[in-house]
């Protein structure tokens, strides 16, 4: 089981709290995706994943995976996969609200620049 | 030109200042909409960091576009 | 976060129930070393690990491991190294009793058969 | 001789049929312990499978047990 809390701060920035646009009719197919590919690669596990959608507070968890099988090899590889393909593929964008006002797109530190005060965000991980 | 209707997700939203826009384009692949909106959208991002999707299906950038599709441009996600 | 319950059936035999032998002085520090072991590696968790004793019913949870990090790859390791050490170095043994009434201590099929009927338990997992 | 108390767990205990018992031995290591109460705990598990504390602390097998120690001897766990 894999559950992702919404960090107090990050890359030594206070985070106020986050936001997350997602674009479901895609998020909710590549998700299935995803699991259905899991599903092939680890035939035994049974499992289930969540991903919140807008603003967010901070301890409030933001993406659940939750992964049974009989072996917990199989369980902690295939759990691993999910998040690890659900946070690279889909369609789901992070907005960090910092205390001091601020605001950025995480890891879009090299996209347009379009926040007042947007300083880059660094390499992210939750 | 074809009738493209492109939708901004994200950050190329909050630049392009509107989620959805239909523009008259010259284009036949999903990289020249990129390429042609990127003044809009503001990204100075290789494609290779972004991805596309043509009428809610996920797409290449070498994908053919035709009258009245509609393409979406995804910023790069949050990953790690 | 890993939790290991109680199965119905292993290596193709019905279990009715689970008995967990736990030598409590020595699991206690033992355990209290892996999770020390496990902060030295991944200096960022925080850990906490729980294994149940004595007669678990099918659906039980009988191991429970939940480890905080901010980037998910080290939660991910510190988790498996837990549960992997627990399993291995904790003195707990697991007797697990049959349908048929038949019942045997799990990984002891090389040691003293006592049990009547006793078949081999074959390799475990969870 | 010495006076050495022996706990036995899981199958051993169960084929000792006590739990515990003190055994007047002519033992140095706990190896020794483990052989010479072998037929009691009937193991034929190699002594690497197996596990030993003294005195409620772990021990390795090579280590040396006084009169008056207490052997706690240790089946496989139930391990994967």
Known sequence: MFEGWVRNQNDGREVERLEYEVYEPLAIIEGEKVLDEAQQRFPHINAVCVHRSGLLDIGECAVWVGVSAAHRDEAFKACRFIIDEIKTRLPIWKKEHYVDGDSGWVNCERCANVNHRHTDPGKQGN | ?80
Chains 1, 3 share one sequence.
């Open chain 2, 1 to 80: 030109m074809k009738t493209i209707t492109i939708r901004y997700f994200a950050v190329f939203r909050e630049h392009a200042g509107v989620g959805e826009e239909s523009l008259s384009l010259d284009a036949s692949t999903a990289m020249d909409v990129y390429h042609q909106t990127q003044e809009r959208h503001g990204s100075k991002e290789p494609v290779g960091h972004c991805k596309v999707a043509i009428n809610d299906v996920m797409a290449d950038w070498s994908s053919a576009v035709d009258d009245g599709d509609t393409v979406l441009l995804f910023p790069p996600v949050a990953g790690g």
